[in-house]
């Protein structure tokens, strides 16, 4: 059997090196554009809760992270002159050219062919058996086979630049600048002794003030955009110590979040796709390299179980590979979601909250707690302090109305539409004005798509004289996400406090959404 890797990242290597292990008697080549000493970007983090599988398949990433790369246990999230650290986040991470390199070598012991400086398309690789496109998001063996796989791709708002720079942090950690133009954020984590990753984010609005929005992103792959490494390095200065940014490819984009139903074509002339060529998710909640690496794990295990039925293998490696993936794209939407707002958290929060919103976008306070008891007891403390209660515990009061908890009981009618909220007085809920105290029954929508209608709506509510205005927005309906951003709308923007109706409230889930600011009140059904 012959195959041809297009693609040498570490998704692609992994591959080769895995399935020339299982059968020396398969033919492995390995093409990439790029020369063997080229690479983009800088570093790959890894959670240390994610590994076990990859070490097991093969030790190469475990000796390139235990003899080449830097460990640490805390994140840290600097903002408003504070620093806050949250422990129990087992990470590694290792500079990108390092892993390449060690892997290159190791795919070379197993007995693949390497073959660098060579683009190929799929016309070129008909002689062989099988094609593994790794040739990363921007595959052209994708494009070329769209229309089979079902790809959807979702832009985000916000905007992110990848540079290093010679400050050398103590492990991950965001940084957060508020200048003339807007909040600036960045993600760094050290890659080696002497170079950390540094990426860094802002939302549109922010990038078009602050001019960095002039660079010809048509030039080749390898120029990098002078005018905002100077004009970041300038913004960060007191935080990195006056370091520099180093640039390698570093330019403006917007991260795409890719969704493929199908990962390949079958005979008589199959194609099967790995790592970012077929899916992506933001790299706040993981890494497109671990994902890639995993794929090329199920797949070497899935033609190894099924030899001589390459269609069987690949529909074995489809269902064995796609549920993790999913589950991490799932999870990384609200975190990408985080990034897009974080302009607006940061006015809103005080560091205190503001690190455990951000820690908690994905997760509750008790998994929080699990991992970082002393981070969540000091977010429970900071709370206490300010309101003289737990949370859920803590008495409401807005325009003449009172409720004695933050967990309301919430009345709904035979339909299911929420009607009334416990208090003093009792409060309705509709959707336009009554006499007395009054709830804005606002109903979420399904998609984000939706989102700018109920803005307009939240606008309309806030702007009403104050004898008309609601006490509050009850936010029902819609998925998770888009009740959140609801609420968030409502309470940070218009001014509106925000009652979220979960109708999988739990006791752990109100404490997360109180805490975090992300609604004032939560409630399911009485």
């Known amino acids: 059997m012959r195959i041809a890797v297009a693609g040498g990242g570490p998704g692609g290597l992994f591959f080769a090196t895995l399935i020339r292990r299982a059968d020396p008697s398969i033919d492995v080549t390995v093409f990439e554009r790029n020369r063997a000493e080229d690479t983009f970007g800088f570093g790959v983090v890894f959670s240390d809760r994610t590994l076990a599988a990859i070490h097991e398949a093969d030790p190469v990433l475990r000796d390139a992270l235990d003899e080449h790369g830097r460990h640490w246990d805390e994140i840290e999230v600097r903002l408003k002159d504070e620093r806050v650290r949250c422990g129990g986040n087992g990470m590694a991470a290792v500079a990108r050219r390092t892993l390449l390199t060690l892997m290159q070598a190791r795919a070379r012991e197993a007995g693949a062919e390497l073959r660098f400086a060579t683009e190929v398309s799929l016309d070129d690789l008909a002689g062989y058996d099988l094609v593994v496109a790794a040739d990363g998001t921007g595959s052209r063996i994708r494009e070329r086979l769209a229309a089979d796989l079902d790809v959807r791709v979702e832009t985000a708002t916000a905007k992110f630049i990848w540079f290093g720079t010679d400050y050398m942090f103590d492990g991950l950690t965001f940084l957060h600048e508020k200048g003339p133009d807007g909040v600036f954020a960045v993600h760094g984590y050290p890659i080696s002794d002497s170079v950390s990753t540094f990426i860094v984010e802002t939302d549109e609005e922010s990038w078009r003030r602050a001019g960095l929005d002039g660079f010809d992103a048509t030039q080749p792959p390898g120029v990098s955009d002078q005018v ?30 890719r969704r493929t139903s199908r990962w390949h074509t079958p005979a008589p002339r199959p194609v099967v796709f790995l790592g970012d060529a077929v899916h992506t998710a933001h790299f706040s909640v993981g890494s497109g390299t671990k994902m890639a690496m995993e794929d090329a794990i199920a797949l070497a295990r899935a033609l190894t179980a099924h030899p001589g039925d390459i269609d ?15 589950r991490i794209q799932d999870a990384a939407r609200p975190s990408l979601a985080w990034w897009e707002h974080f302009g607006r958290y940061y006015d809103t929060f005080e560091p205190w909250q503001f690190a455990y919103h951000f820690l908690t976008r994905s997760i509750s306070d008790a998994r929080l707690c699990r991992r970082a008891p002393d981070f969540v007891a000091g977010s429970h403390r900071a709370w206490r302090d300010r309101y003289g209660a737990e949370p859920l515990d803590t008495p409401f009061t807005n325009a003449g109305w009172t409720t004695p908890a933050r967990l309301a009981r919430v009345a709904h009618d035979a339909s299911g539409t929420p009607t009334t909220v416990d208090g003093t007085p009792g409060l309705t809920l509709c959707a336009d004005p009554v006499p007395g105290p009054w709830g804005a029954l606002v109903t979420a929508p399904d998609t984000e798509a939706g989102l700018p209608a109920v803005r307009d709506r939240l606008a309309r509510l806030a702007a009403l004289p104050a004898p008309e205005r609601p006490v509050l927005a009850a936010v029902h309906g819609g998925v998770p996400l888009t009740r959140m951003l609801v609420c968030e709308q409502a309470r940070m923007h218009d001014g509106l406090p925000a009652l979220l109706i979960d109708p999988e409230a739990d006791r752990d889930r109100a404490v997360t959404t109180v805490l975090s600011g992300r609604a004032d009140l939560t409630g399911g059904a009485r």
């Open 228 to 257: 905002s490494k100077e004009y970041l390095e300038k913004l960060f200065a007191e935080q990195i110590d006056g370091r520099e940014l180093l640039t390698n490819n570093s330019r403006w984009g917007s991260f795409r979040t």
């Open 312 to 326: 069987t293998a690949l529909a074995a490696y489809e269902e064995a590979a796609q549920p993790s993936v999913r």
